[in-house]
Each structure stands twice: as C-alpha cells, then as structure tokens.
C-alpha cells in the first residue's frame, strides 16, 4: 500500500530528471551548432543554414542564430519538454568566437 502511495512521487522525480537531462543535452548541441556556425561565417558560408544542418529536426523550431560580429555567433534553442503537449517557455544558447577571417 505504501508503494502505491509512493508511486505519483517516484514518476514525478523521474519526469523532472528526465527534463534536466534533456535541458543539458540541449545546451551541448547549442554549443555544437555555435560552432558549425561559426566555421561557416568563418568561410563565408551561410551560418543559420549550417547552425541547422548541425541540430536534429525537433530542435529547429524556435533556433535563432545570430551575427555577433567580429567571428562571434550565438545560438539560441528551446529546450524540449518531456511532455510534448506544451511548447517550452525556457531556452538555452551557445556563443563561438572563431575569430576574424584572415
């Protein structure tokens, strides 16, 4: 009976780590695509196109990539909720600094 009592806690604590863990993986793959970006600007390429092409599809939606200027791009995602019903209000973001072209 007491397991039963316990459960909906045990569910709710596993949700909220599932959530932080898909919050950390979110703000490696925005450093990751910062990167991307970054080499892209770095050669004159596109660096939202390849800022997009480093990110699986479910995280494109809500991706800003901005030009910070002097080799500098900032990438901003929405974190994923585990419940998939809602859509994020929280968001992380990942700055490379590459430097300026030679």
Request: proline share 6%; charged share 20%; glycine share 8%.
């Amino acid at each position: 009976m007491e397991l039963l009592a316990v459960l909906p806690a045990v569910i709710l604590v596993a949700l909220v780590v599932w959530q932080l863990a898909l919050a950390g993986h979110t703000a490696w793959l925005a450093a990751g695509a910062a990167r991307v970006a970054a080499r892209a600007e770095l050669v004159g390429k596109d660096g939202e196109a390849a800022a997009r092409s480093a990110l699986p599809r479910s995280f494109e939606r809500g991706l800003r990539v901005v030009d910070a200027g002097e080799g500098q791009v900032r990438v901003r995602v929405q974190v994923p909720l585990v419940l998939r019903r809602w859509r994020s209000p929280v968001s992380v973001a990942a700055t490379a600094d590459l430097g300026e072209p030679p």
